[in-house]
Structures are given as C-alpha cells and as structure tokens.
C-alpha cells in the first residue's frame, strides 16, 4: 500500500525567504507526482505535475524534482510571499492507473509580513 | 478552462437525513470523476470513483450502501449521504478527469462541508 509523507507538517517562515517542502512515498512505481495548495476551507489547486520519467517541473517561484527511485519530491518556493500562506499537499499516482490519487497529509506553511 | 464545480458549498442537516452533493465540470466531459473525503487537519482519502454509465468503484472501507455515487451524465456526478450521522460531518471534494485531453490531470471542487447535528 502506497504510503506518503510530507516533511514539515507546519513551517512558518519571513517574507522574502526561499524555502523547500519534502515529501516522501514507499512505493516507487508511480505515473506521477503532483503537488497541490489548498486554502483554509477551499478545495485543491494544482501547482506542478512531474510524470515519472521526469525530473523536475517549474512554474513561477516554484520548483517542483522528483526523484522516482528513492521515493521523494521536494518543492521548492523562491522568494515567499505571505500570499504563498497556504497547506501544500503531494500526491502519488501507482503506475497501474494515473488516476487513483494518494496524498501526504501536507506541509500547512505560514509567511509572515 | 477546466472548472470543476460543487453544490451545495455548505451544508448541515440533522442525524438520520440524507444529503446530496453534486459535482459539474463546466467546460469539459467527464468519464471519470472521483469523490474524496477530508477530515480536519488530515488529507484526502479517496473514497470512490465515478464512472459515466456505469457503477461506481468503492475503496476498502467506504460503504456503497451510505454513499451513494451517481454518474448519470458526463458533465454530472453527485454522492449522497444517505442517513446522515455525526461521525459522517466532514468535507466533501470531488475532482473530474477531462476525457477529452487523454491526460491524467485532475480538476478539483472548491468542496462541500458537511454539518450534521
């Protein structure tokens, strides 16, 4: 059974500060990666998808590498803003079917003004 | 593009009530949508995924009798909460799968918070 994990679960940092988000899954044959931002009481928005054969995926501030043999993704924000103040979330897909979602239970992140 | 819906956003009814919520994309056909549920301060879980036309595939532990999933359409899916009770109270995300693009990508709801008395 595919199992995630994010690292920290909370982090609260100043503005202005790069920062990296660990997460960490058990089992290594997935389809793909893909981190998301939930806000308080507000679904899921997608940040980054890394496809298996892929090593990082970038967006903006955001830097998403994967590491598929050894189970782990970071994510990496430049620059935060406490705009960035949000719950990011990572989630797996198995390689027998893209869909079937399994998610870490989140880094909550704080940026202070 | 790809806006996936939900309704109601809130809703609290009271022990023994069955409660629907229905999930739309807006812009795109969906074959497969998939129902999570999100318990505070925890993660996603899902708990059954919708398919257009046919019935829906349970995970280990979710009863298909208490959640009842309908897909009628390819635009449409909705999950009932039949006899609604206190331990149920969580929040609901659906997420669609756009059959048009080929790709894997799921788009999420904003959810739907569940409130029973």
């Known amino acids: 059974k595919q199992e995630v994990t994010q690292i920290p679960a909370a982090l609260s940092v100043p503005e202005g500060e790069n920062l990296v988000l660990n997460c960490s899954f058990t089992?290594?044959?997935?389809?793909?990666l893909q981190w998301f931002r939930q806000d308080p009481g507000k679904g899921l928005t997608s940040l980054l998808l890394?496809?298996?054969?892929?090593r990082e995926q970038t967006s903006g501030r955001l830097n998403a590498s994967l590491d598929k043999s050894s189970g782990r993704s970071t994510l990496y924000i430049a620059a935060s803003q406490p705009g960035d103040s949000a719950t990011y979330l990572c989630?797996?897909?198995?390689?027998?079917?893209?869909?079937?979602?399994?998610f870490g239970e989140g880094t909550q992140l704080t940026v202070n003004p | 593009g790809a806006v996936v819906s939900q309704h109601p956003s809130w809703v609290i009814c009271k022990s023994g009530t069955s409660v629907k919520i229905e999930c739309r994309s807006l812009?795109?056909?969906?074959?497969?949508m998939f129902w999570y549920r999100q318990f505070p301060k925890q993660s996603l879980m899902l708990m059954a995924t919708?398919?257009?036309?046919?019935?829906?595939?349970?995970e280990q532990g979710v009863e298909k009798d208490k959640f009842l999933i309908n897909h009628a359409s390819l635009t449409l899916s909705t999950l009932t909460v039949t006899s609604a009770h206190p331990e149920d109270s969580s929040f609901y995300i659906c997420?669609?799968?756009?059959?048009?693009?080929?790709?894997?990508?799921?788009?999420f709801g904003p959810g739907t918070r569940l409130l029973v008395l």
């Open positions: 890394i496809q298996s054969s892929q």
């Open positions: 089992d290594s044959a997935i389809y793909n």
């Open positions: 997420s669609a799968r756009d059959a048009g693009t080929g790709l894997e990508t799921q788009y």
């Open positions: 919708s398919n257009e036309g046919s019935k829906a595939t349970y």
């Open positions: 989630a797996v897909s198995p390689e027998t079917s893209g869909s079937r979602l399994t």
């Open positions: 812009d795109f056909q969906a074959t497969t």
